[in-house]
């Protein structure tokens, strides 16, 4: 059974940087897209950002398009999420997900519903 465990969360001041770590054991994730949503207090799980199998393509939501990177290292078994120029309004507990590529769903279309498996999450602050 494949474990997601993430890392990197902790806290920031608005305007730095963070870079969260998903790591994952006892299988390969090379035909998975590797995504990762964020939850804030009293909110529902929402997608950040979305990588390709392969790595070659990415989607970010419209709220970190530009200051948020995501990236995959195959051989590592691992995802990354670079998180610059952080806002208050990034606090939140951060997941990665994995979802087996069926060819049926584009990146965007990732959501808390068609993911194989989940990390427990690290939690990002962000201060003022």
């Known amino acids: 059974q494949v474990q997601l465990v993430e890392s990197g969360g902790g806290l920031a001041q608005a305007g730095g940087s963070l870079k969260l770590t998903c790591a994952a054991s006892?299988?390969?994730?090379?035909?998975?897209?590797m995504a990762w949503f964020r939850q804030a207090p009293g909110n529902g799980r929402e997608l950040v950002a979305a990588v390709s199998y392969s790595g070659v393509n990415t989607y970010y939501a419209e709220s970190v398009r530009g200051r948020f990177t995501i990236s995959r290292d195959n051989a590592k078994n691992t995802a990354y999420l670079q998180m610059n120029s952080l806002k208050r309004e990034d606090t939140a507990g951060y997941y990665c997900g994995a979802h087996w590529n069926s060819g049926v769903y584009a990146l965007n279309g990732m959501n808390p519903g068609n993911m194989n498996y989940w990390g427990k999450g690290t939690m990002v602050t962000v201060s003022s």
């Open positions: 006892g299988g390969t994730l090379t035909n998975h897209h």
